[in-house]
């Protein structure tokens, strides 16, 4: 435990001494990746633990956004008050939404997640379109900080804090439970756990997560875009990331959003359309294929053999 809290510590200051070395113009790429890592984040702790896995994660990152749009935009809210409002309407909306979901499994679990995804985009375009923007979405939603320094501390001190307390709480008997159930949620359920109660808490706090995301993302970008928001690309991005950085771990989708971001910048001049999405899903791929367990096994590996042959879980971070 200490020696991993002394890995936490070093990954803090060295990312909060970045701006001493690097342009304006990667900060805002890097506050880009830390907010793709805390959705990542977010999937993963309900399909990298569980097994169940979402293809509607931007309809609970969409709660958390609109709603703290439309307070802080229509009616004036305060963002301190607004932000703790989307995220409790995100909770609650996604609770009534996704708690049937959580008796199926598999396939038909993927499936209601993708409809209620787009459930939401064509709710938001047709429902009360004076509040919501419609098509058009939202534009001059209030931003918290401005500049590229200041929003990237932000930023990074909203993902590291979320991270940290994800990386706590995988390491109680919950977490370790949540795990199980992703390898065999009947012997879980024989065991005497309740697996549904298990599985409403891993989503809970999946939507805490992805609400408060969604808000801060609002209030970071000034616009909000139903097209945007619920894009299957923005779907597969975070899903990749989760996955190629090494699911079921914290520090993996971390790793995984910022080696996907700066891969899809980086494509960006040379295919500037959405041709791109088509190169880095077959990166992705190869690197999936060759590494399931992803980035973070690799990194484990090659701790080991620095180490001398001494091995640890992946899993621990």
């Known amino acids: 435990m200490p020696r991993l809290l002394l890995a936490w510590a070093a990954f803090a200051v060295i990312m909060l001494l970045l701006p001493q070395v690097v342009s304006p113009g990667t900060l805002r790429i890097i506050i880009f990746a830390n907010f793709l890592a805390i959705f990542a984040m977010s999937w993963d702790f309900i399909s990298g633990k569980t097994g169940y896995i979402s293809f509607g994660h931007p309809f609970l990152i969409g709660i958390g956004a609109y709603t703290s749009a439309i307070l802080s935009y229509r009616f004036g809210v305060p963002v301190s008050l ?118 409403l ?65 980086y494509l960006r001049p040379v295919l500037p359309g959405s041709e791109r999405y088509l190169v880095y899903g077959l990166i992705a791929l190869v690197l999936y294929v060759y590494q399931p367990k992803g980035i973070m096994e690799l990194l484990r590996k090659l701790g080991v053999r620095a180490g001398g042959g001494r091995t640890g879980r992946a899993g621990n971070v």
């Open 201 to 265: 808490f891993a989503f809970m706090v999946s939507a805490l997560v992805a609400g408060l995301g969604g808000a801060f993302y609002a209030h970071y970008l000034g616009s909000i875009a139903p097209r945007a928001l619920f894009d299957i690309n923005f779907v597969f991005t975070i899903i990749v990331s989760a996955l190629i950085g090494g699911s079921s771990t914290v520090i993996g989708p971390i790793i995984g959003a910022y080696f996907m971001t700066f891969l899809l910048e």
């Open 82 to 199: 607004s932000i703790p409002l989307a995220v409790l309407a995100t909770m609650i909306g996604g609770t009534l939404f996704f708690l049937p979901a959580l008796r199926i499994k598999g396939t038909y679990f993927a499936l209601v997640t993708l409809a209620f995804m787009e459930l939401m985009y064509q709710l938001v375009q047709v429902i009360r379109p004076d509040l919501t923007g419609g098509t058009r979405g939202i534009s001059g939603i209030k931003t918290i900080l401005s500049g590229a320094v200041p929003n990237f501390y932000l930023s990074f001190g909203l993902m590291f804090a979320i991270a940290l307390a994800l990386w706590l709480l995988s390491r109680t008997r919950i977490g370790t439970a949540l795990d199980a159930i992703s390898m065999n949620e009947e012997a879980v359920s024989g065991s005497g756990l309740n697996t549904t109660r298990l599985k």
